[in-house]
């Protein structure tokens, strides 16, 4: 109860704009059970499929439960009508799903590693994203939502560790949105069935299972295109999404250690992203430094680099930096020394303070 | 009963010729014999008929023909090739048992996949080839690659991530590649090594037929193996039409084990018998048994021959089995226990020791002084693999651009490469 109310506190604390926004945020959330990431992801589906009549599930594995458990009893409960299995062939249901959006259904294709998302990038880019653009709004995919896990899990390798958000960032039409933890991931989760636009979800699946929080059972949704402030601080802003928050968490408190105040910010949504929480921010602190494991060129942390820049010159006080994956495939044996581990961003922040 | 109700689609009667002579029958063949009316005739009255093929056993319940120049089935092997056959499903079987061992003591990490039970179709196939044949695989590749040539050492070192492993231990279990073997890779997503094979075929028969770099025994041959769920799968299809297309010396060799992690193949495919889509292309469809060594063998030496005299593609569906779980974490709850168990009676080391019995072609101690030797090749390979040092630390930026120096110049004017802080990640760039 007391996490609640501060949860609470805390985002009543920040930008007014959270009321004028979906009110169900306003309330406080009822006690929930303790639950990881993918039963909270699975909570969110079986909300999703019970008040939409047409809305399915589908991709690889996902009638037994898919490889990390996320689509457990949905076709116990929904039938195989509405979560089936579809055959080996990603261009082919992220295309079928765009269909079935366009009909005016909610698709939520699963895509069972990021890595593989790839053949299905065509459909992505050049029909999801393009759609309602290109048909003048007679049609559009917004019922669509693909979900993929993504990121570092210690031991996948090259192709099952990729964090393919940038590709996707790039593309005028997507949302792209990244949870951090579950209760973050069931909201979010349901806001992007919701949304009337194509939504890309990544869920970070190191988290799967170790991230573990108090989530509330019922229906909420928490809004997309809105970060948050989840510490605050005065001497250096840092963001971050996903996974990599609970390492800028880790090097924050390293820093509170040596003095260093740090402001830490989740952007949940990546593209359209909240610029005005991250520049009201940065004027209040003057340094910024972006963490995420995809390689540093041409990251999403790039975007941000480049836009605080456009808005925030003459506040800042020294450059802004990026602590990021190498500019390698993701190594295999390597991946510690790949990974922006959490000295690497205390030697940032700290070199970035003194500037 | 086989789970492979595929047995029920089949129409009866039970044909007996393969899908051999193309040149009669296939339209796409430019054969000046033959007038373009009569192509057509002949390609309606193909259309009209079942596409044919040859089936295993539990199919139809017949012995399959494999070849039109023998026409009996099992044809006797000498005591040579047997010997060899069974010393190479024994290197893969226990290799892959030493693997799973070896990952419960946390020597090998991340994602590995089994290949015990479809020893015959590696073995089967690959032993046929020579060096210079390529072999394109997929994450189930520990044994093709072993049934190629490359060193059990190497693979096993590999597996743990040493330097001294077949791809420095930068590939892992899921891509090990050998140029010296023509070993093209290992593929973690299924259907892309397809299209490099394909690739790979066009260059051999381009180096044959315009660059006149001929081998007196025909065109380098390419081989690729993938599983069933690849088959609904774009890349494959499109290949198929490629290869077909400019017949290329290329088997696409279909390892139908029933199962993709948990999606059973009949339930995943509207037409569950994948032979047939090879005559679909215009390409023979063979259906084997994939558990029977000298029957793969059978028709292995039909599709390569076919391939080496430039005839074209080949489509050989294996019908197999893997006793394991899709990988070493998958906890394999999905199948049934009798699906599992009628296997398991198959067991193509086990049905290849008693065939090598009752011909008389070796005796029981003769099996298990190769068996010895085995083991100990398996533990050298292990000690090799253990006391094998780790990549150094710089290898983490090497071969990303064939130029390390690809990483441009830092602010001090040295290559950026060889700054320290830049392999710590302070990206102030």
């Given amino acids: 109860m007391a996490m609640a109310l501060r949860a609470l506190g805390r985002r009543i604390s920040h930008s007014d704009r959270f009321f004028s926004s979906l009110s169900e945020a306003a309330k406080p959330p009822s006690d929930g059970k303790l639950i990881n990431l993918f039963t909270a992801i699975n909570q969110a589906l079986h909300i999703a499929l019970d008040t939409d009549p047409r809305s399915y599930v589908f991709g690889e594995d996902v009638r037994f439960g898919g490889v990390f458990r996320c689509t457990t009893g949905l076709t116990d409960k929904f039938g195989r009508d509405r979560v089936f299995n579809t055959p080996l062939c990603e261009q082919g249901i992220i295309g079928f799903a765009i269909g079935l959006a366009a009909m005016g259904n909610r698709a939520i294709a699963e895509i069972q590693f990021a890595d593989y998302i790839y053949p299905a990038f065509d459909q992505i880019v050049n029909e999801a994203a393009k759609f309602r653009y290109r048909s003048g709004n007679e049609f559009n995919c917004g019922g669509l939502t693909v979900r993929s896990p993504y990121g570092a899990v210690g031991h996948g390798g090259h192709y099952h560790s990729q964090s393919p958000e940038s590709f996707f960032c790039h593309v005028p039409g997507l949302k792209v949105v990244i949870p951090r933890s579950p209760r973050q991931a069931k909201g979010l989760l349901l806001s992007c069935i919701r949304d009337p636009n194509p939504v890309i979800f990544f869920e970070p699946k190191l988290l799967y299972r170790l991230s573990v929080e108090e989530v509330p059972e019922d229906d909420y949704m928490l809004p997309l295109s809105e970060a948050e402030v989840i510490r605050q601080g005065s001497d250096i802003t840092l963001i971050g999404w996903g996974a990599q928050l609970s390492i800028l968490e880790q090097a924050c408190d390293a820093a509170a250690k040596e003095g260093i105040s740090c402001e830490l910010i989740d952007l949940k949504t990546l593209i359209p992203w909240d610029k005005e929480t991250v520049e009201s921010s940065v004027r209040k602190t003057g340094k910024l430094l972006i963490s995420h494991e995809a390689p540093v060129t041409g990251g999403f942390g790039a975007e941000i680099s480049a836009s605080i820049v456009e808005r925030c010159f003459l506040r800042l006080e020294a450059p802004i930096a990026r602590v990021c994956g190498l500019d390698t495939p993701f190594p295999l044996v390597y991946e510690q020394f790949y990974l922006p581990t959490m000295n690497k961003i205390l030697d940032a922040i700290k070199a970035t303070v003194k500037y | ?429």
């Fill in chain 2, 1 to 429: 009963m086989s789970a492979f109700s595929a047995a029920k689609i089949l129409s009866p009667p039970p044909f007996v010729a393969r899908f051999a002579s193309e040149k009669s029958l296939c339209p796409f063949l430019s054969s000046p014999s033959v007038p373009a009316l009569t192509r057509s005739a002949l390609r309606s009255i193909r259309l009209l008929r079942t596409p044919l093929a040859v089936s295993s056993d539990v199919v139809i319940g017949q012995k399959p023909l494999a070849s039109s120049s023998s026409a009996t089935q099992n044809e006797d092997v000498d005591r040579e090739v047997a010997l060899v056959l069974y010393e190479d499903m024994v290197l893969g079987r226990f290799f892959e048992d030493m693997c799973a061992q070896m990952y419960y003591r946390g020597k090998m990490f991340g994602f590995v996949h089994l290949y015990n039970g479809q020893e015959a179709v590696s073995t089967g196939f690959i032993k046929l080839l020579e060096a210079r044949d390529c072999v394109v695989s997929t994450y189930r590749d520990h044994v093709h690659a072993l049934s190629k040539g490359v060193a059990a050492r190497a693979v096993m070192a590999e597996l743990f991530g040493k330097t001294t492993g077949c791809c420095r231990g930068q590939g892992g279990s899921m891509h090990m590649f050998s140029s010296t073997h023509n070993l093209l890779g290992g593929f973690a997503f299924i259907g892309e090594g397809i299209p490099v094979a394909t690739g790979a075929a066009f260059s051999s028969k381009y180096r044959h037929e315009v660059l006149k770099e001929s081998n007196p025994n025909g065109l380098d041959v390419t081989v690729a193996f993938f599983g069933d769920g690849t088959c609904n799968n774009g890349q494959f299809f499109e290949c198929l039409n490629m290869a077909q297309l400019w017949k290329l010396p290329i088997v696409f060799v279909v390892e139908n084990n029933l199962w993709a992690i948990g999606m059973s193949h009949v339930r995943a495919t509207s037409d569950p018998e994948i032979w047939k889509k090879g005559p679909a292309f215009g390409m023979p469809g063979y259906h084997v048994d994939g558990m029977d060594v000298l029957k793969v063998r059978e028709v292995a030496i039909e599709a390569i021959a076919r391939a080496r005299r430039g005839d074209g593609p080949t489509l050989v569906e294996c019908e197999t089995y893997r006793f394991r779980g899709h990988s070493l974490a998958d906890p394999d709850e999905l199948r049934k226990p009798d699906e599992k168990a009628h296997y398991a009676a198959r067991d193509p080391i086990a049905a290849l020791k008693s065939y090598i019995l009752e011909k008389n072609l070796a005796t029981e101690s003769e099996l298990k002084v190769i068996e010895e030797k085995i083991d100990n090749l398996i533990e050298d390979a292990v000690e090799f693999a253990d006391s094998s040092p780790h990549p150094p630390r710089s290898q983490l930026l090497e071969n990303v651009f064939v130029d390390p120096k690809g990483f441009g110049i830092g602010p001090d004017g040295k290559y950026r490469c060889e700054d320290p802080k830049f392999t710590e990640g302070t990206a102030q760039v």
